[in-house]
């Protein structure tokens, strides 16, 4: 049985559907004996999905604001 260390490392390819079937299988068995590694695994779901709406809103209604960012990182290089 994998420890919340291991699950917690695992916890973005898990997500990603990176992890092999048995892996998925021994975090899966993990998640449902384990409150903290459900409340990370929430957790982590939250942020990655708040990340890709902020994303997504900032590349549809706000292009010039892109604009920007693109030109300040290529002004860093
Ligand atoms: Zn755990």
Redesign the pocket.
Same mark, same amino acid.
């Given at each position: 049985m994998l420890? /919340?260390k291991e699950?917690?490392h695992l916890a973005t390819d898990h997500l990603e559907g990176q992890c092999s079937l048995p892996t998925r299988l021994k975090i899966r068995l993990?998640?449902l004996? /384990?409150r903290? /590694?459900r409340r990370?695994r929430a957790h982590l779901l939250l942020s990655r999905r708040t990340a890709a709406r902020l994303a997504h809103e900032l590349w549809t209604e706000q292009p010039q604001t892109v604009a920007k960012i693109q030109q300040a990182l290529k002004n860093n290089k």
């Open positions: 420890n /919340c699950v917690s993990h998640l004996i /384990c903290h /590694c990370f």
